[in-house]
């Protein structure tokens, strides 16, 4: 029987759960059906392991819930970074890792076989330098060490860039604090800061989705094909109905909602003609394949009809809506209303045409998509235009139904 | 490049401090021991401390009961390749011009000239981000915000003139104490104390956008600044609780929304529901209500009575506006 360990080999493993002691803090153990009880409770202890301080525990009748819960405001780091900074390694890894910079910081550059007889007389351990070559071409690769060549050996030596050479210190210090959390892939800003032996103090963040760190290495790999023009091949797998599908297609964008965070890729498939957005938690594997010829045109195609995509949708088989909702709105007293319909309206048109009444238009490739929007105005819709009628008809419903059992009661 | 790798782990970075911590003066074992808990996960001294005593991992010697380096020198890595390029990606950030002045910048890119940015601000669609954002371009707004910054880390009062929510114009002495960031709205605030005669007299929230002068002040305060009484006073008395149906992926959309919140979930076997309870604080209550009635009757708000009472009256003003001929607001 394996030992427990709190590290892991593949980041995957952990994905899953955090993500949902995260987002479905009330599951208990015997709902995480799937994989063993055994693989639950590890990973538990793996996840209370990191995030300890955030961790909480409830008793019900059907038994004990754990769920992580914290407001996102008050924080300064995202604790989910902690997943990210738990991966195994063996035990040449973490002596080499230590002892090749200790070595190279008093000497310039060293070859293979100096380096190794070094390693050996300061550590106590012999390496052979097979192992120590894979370990600094590795940190070659990664930007640690350098390397030159010298006649027909190859010399190494230890890379001189750090954070207080690259620019002022302080003010780097601090853009890295605030990045951290509001760039992408900012878990990068954390590895930064915990070499500096620093952390944000500074900054906190409103409307903040931590979560979304979990699918960081999706993100890279997706980023990673953007740049060099490639066509991908994903798992694209519903955590609803539990369908996987393998998806082909050239991404093109990433579309992210600031007011729930979820992020999605836009990519375009050939096959269909069309664009497409597909979530990325979501997504378990990605490959690259391609170069993609003509990258350049898509790109184009998809900026120009970026205008008319409310939220991720492209649309069915009307490409376009022209979407308009009345609102009654008291010009005396409620401009702060008029002025949240142009905050908020993504480029939508407010017009003033009648006493107390506003109108709102805007151009769509998917009125239904507008509707969350819609209904955040109960109160003062007059009517609405442009959406399906099977959406229209269901918003009246809804609202019926809002009525019956917020309302009748009191009547 | 690899994202999740042990070069940037938890266990390495720990190892890293005990051996900085060892050069500057030898340790006992149980100062290591404080070093990894406070450091580390919170089972990792027992997994650290043994290989590090026992020698499996052979950093360490013992001398006179205690700890030294076998290393030579003080652990600091490079700059990663991954790291440059994380870095020379946020150039392209509209933001990036608050916090480096423009020769930095340009010295920047000329440093990372050979390496590839991870990404571009391009390669990323915020499509419901709102569009009064503060403006990143403006020199008077970039000018305020690092007198603000530097105030803060200083911790020293400033006077600043802002225009209120209501348009009136205020002037005050303030102690910087956090600058929040809101994706969403695209704006920074700064939250603060004002301070007269050497006393706090009350806590501020300003928009960094509203702000159109600030200057040095002779105010000064001695005691520690904390928004924390701020937060606990305006944290919600009760919180709202809403019952979720299974309907339309609803479970899943407002576990998302309000993922935001502290909040704890629980289900109700008996009618197959969920019921949630979201803290907020008072101050983002009408935007929580919304929130929540962009859901439709797939939330439910069943409690606090105040909360409960604004639903209930918008939904009948609602009700009346499509379904009553003689509709009193038209």
Redo the contacts between chains.
């Keep these: 029987m394996a030992e427990f ?3 892991i080999k593949n ?1 995957d493993k952990v994905r899953d759960y955090m993500r949902d002691f ?5 599951k208990q153990r015997g709902d995480f059906d799937r994989k063993s009880l055994r693989t639950y409770d590890n990973e538990k202890r793996r996840i ?3 995030l ?1 301080k955030y961790m ?1 525990w ?1 008793t ?3 038994g004990k ?1 754990v ?1 992580i ?6 924080i300064t780091q995202n604790p989910l970074y ?1 997943a ?6 063996t ?1 040449n ?3 080499l ?3 090749i ?2 070595i190279l ?2 000497y310039e550059f060293l070859n293979i076989e100096e380096l190794t007889n070094q390693i050996s007389k ?4 012999i390496f052979d330098t097979q192992t120590v070559r894979n370990k600094a071409n590795e940190y070659v ?4 060490l350098i390397s030159r060549k010298q006649g027909k050996s190859l010399e190494y030596g ?6 207080k050479s ?3 210190y302080d ?2 210090l ?3 604090k ?2 951290q959390e ?4 900012g ?3 954390s ?2 800061l ?2 500096e ?1 620093s952390a944000n103090d ?10 979304h760190t979990l699918e ?2 999706i993100l ?1 790999q997706i ?1 990673k094909a ?2 060099d023009k490639k066509q991908i091949r994903f798992v694209n797998t519903s ?2 109905t539990e369908n996987t599908h393998t998806i082909y297609g050239i991404p093109l ?10 992020r999605y890729i ?1 990519i375009y498939q050939t096959n269909r003609g069309r664009f497409i957005n597909y979530r990325l938690d979501y997504i378990k594997k990605v490959e690259s394949l391609d170069f993609c010829d003509n990258y350049d045109i898509l790109k184009g195609k998809l900026n120009t009809n ?1 205008k008319h ?4 949708s492209f649309g069915g088989i009307h490409r376009q809506d022209t979407f308009k909702m009345k609102l ?1 709105i008291n010009e005396k007293t409620e401009q702060y209303i008029v ?1 949240r319909l ?6 939508g048109k407010v017009e003033h045409i009648g006493e ?2 506003y109108q709102y238009t805007k151009e769509v490739f998917d009125a239904n998509e507008c509707m ?2 819609v ?8 009517s609405i235009e442009g959406a399906s009628q099977f959406v229209l008809n269901r ?2 419903s ?6 019956e ?3 009748k009661e ?1 009547e | ?13 720990v ?3 005990i ?1 900085n911590e060892t050069l500057k003066g030898s340790k006992s074992e149980k100062e290591i021991s404080e070093i990894i808990t406070s450091s580390a ?4 001294a027992f ?1 650290i401390l043994p290989k590090l005593i026992s020698g ?4 360490l010697k013992k001398e006179n009961a205690a700890y030294v380096p ?4 003080s ?10 390029a ?2 020379k ?2 150039l392209s ?1 509209k ?2 011009r608050l ?3 423009d020769e ?1 910048i340009i ?2 890119r000329k ?1 990372l000239f050979d390496t ?1 940015a ?2 571009d601000t ?11 954002g503060d403006n990143y371009d403006d020199a008077n707004y970039i000018s305020i915000f690092r007198q603000v ?1 530097s105030a ?2 200083a911790k020293r009062a400033i006077t600043i003139t802002f225009k209120s929510g209501h348009g009136h114009r205020v002037t005050g002495h303030y102690i910087p104490c ?8 695209d704006k920074f ?1 700064v939250y603060a104390v004002r301070i007269r005669y050497g006393k706090i007299v009350t806590t501020a929230i300003i928009n960094m956008a509203r702000i159109t002068r600030l200057e040095a002040s002779k105010e000064s305060f001695d005691g520690k600044i904390t928004m924390d009484k701020y ?1 606990e006073s305006n944290r919600c008395t009760a919180p709202v609780v809403i019952e979720i149906s299974k309907e339309r ?1 609803a ?3 407002s ?3 309000f ?9 109700n ?1 008996e009618h197959d529901k ?1 019921i949630s309870y979201i ?1 907020y ?1 008072k101050k983002d209550e009408t935007e929580l209500l ?2 929540i ?5 797939v939330i ?1 708000v069943l409690g606090p009575e105040h909360f ?1 009472a604004q ?9 009346e ?3 009553d001929g003689s509709c009193k ?2």
């Design positions: 360990s709190e590290l980041f995260f987002i479905y803090g009330f209370e392991g990191y300890s909480k409830d019900s009748k059907r819930n769920y819960s914290l407001d996102s405001s008050k902690a990210w900074k738990s991966k195994s390694f035990n890894d973490i002596h890792h230590f002892y910079p200790d910081r008093s300061l550590s106590g351990i690769r990664e930007g640690i230890l890379s001189h860039d750090n954070l690259l620019s002022c003010d780097m601090d853009t890295v605030f990045y509001t760039a992408p892939l878990v990068i800003g590895y930064l915990d070499n032996n500074i900054f906190s963040f409103k409307h903040h989705f931590i979560v960081d290495e890279f980023l953007i740049k955590i609803r964008k990433i579309f992210v909602s600031t007011q729930s965070g979820r836009c970026l995509c409310w939220g991720v009654y002025n142009e905050r908020e309206g993504r480029g107390n009444v969350p929007w209904k955040s105005f109960i109160g003062r819709i007059i918003f009246l809804d609202v019926k139904r809002m009525h059992f917020y309302c009191d | 490049m690899e994202l999740f790798s042990e070069i940037y782990g938890c266990y390495f970075n190892i890293a401090k051996l996960f919170s089972e990792s997994y499996e991992w052979n950093f076998l290393l030579k020198s652990v600091k890595l490079p700059v990663t390749y991954l790291e440059k994380w870095l990606s946020l950030d933001r990036i916090f480096l002045p930095q010295y920047l440093y590839p991870l990404f391009e390669d990323f669609h915020y499509f419901d981000v709102y569009s009064d910054l803060y880390k956090g600058i929040e960031y809101s994706n969403k709205d605030r937060f992926n479970l899943e959309r576990m998302l929304h993922a935001s919140f502290e909040k704890q979930t629980e289900y076997k969920y803290y604080d919304i929130r009635l962009s859901f439709g009757p439910k409960l639903v209930k009256e918008r939904v009948a003003r609602q009700y506006l499509l379904f607001f038209l």
